[in-house]
């Protein structure tokens, strides 16, 4: 009986140990399930979060995508809207040019304009300063008489040219003698110098106004005889210079200015 006491003990202390490691065992497997199942959650929570960030990714490549194709159409556009500006530049350029010669001819044709228009002036001018002064009576007129000669008529008809562009003076045809007394045979006609300087200057205004076509309106004609000379009546020349036609340009009668100012 005593030496069956002691092996009891150790097989109690070997029954007691063994059911503490069991439950340890347990405690420690229950644990470790878990720990397992919160991180297979961990797990399966992070697999959706790299899910949802992938397609956050794959959603931005999208945008970047989208925006590198704006970028690249926009590229597109500036190099047209370049192209374009370029062609504009080109086309002010030539219209420029364009215009610069325009102006050029215009400043030039302006220039001939006034070229023309002073030499027109220097031509008129010097016209009505030739008929300011003498026509010679030979050049129209045989002597003692009043009918235009052929030479004289082409003068007139110079002279009339020039004398349809005088809208705004009256235009005087005024005839001249020498002092010599007119002749027997033409007193019947021509009774003094007054009556033939009359006559001729009357003559050329007719020829003024029928054959030129100057208005007769602005016309007027006057003979002052031997009383106006140019020059001495005692020398043949100077009785030459004497007869003569004058046509001069004169202010208008003070009553056409009237009826323009009515």
Known sequence: MQRSHPFVLLLVAGLFTG?????????????????????????ASLRSQVASQRDEVARREAQIASLNQQISSLNQQSTDLEAKKAGLERDIAALGDRLGDAEKRAAEAAAQKDAEINRLKGTYDSLVKDLQSEIVEKIL????KAEIKPQGKDVLGKVGQVLLGVKDKQIRIEGYTDSVPIGVALRQQF?????LSAVRATTVLRFLEEKAGVDGKNLAAVGYGPFRPVA??????????NRRIEITLTPLDVQEVLKGLK
């Open 232 to 241: 001495s009546n005692d020398t043949t020349e100077g009785k030459a210079e």
């Open 141 to 144: 007129f045989d002597s003692g």
């Open 191 to 195: 009774p003094t110098n007054w009556e």
């Open 19 to 43: 059911c503490v490691s069991s439950s340890k065992y347990h405690e420690l497997e229950t644990k470790a399930s878990t720990e397992r199942t919160s991180l297979e959650k961990d797990i």
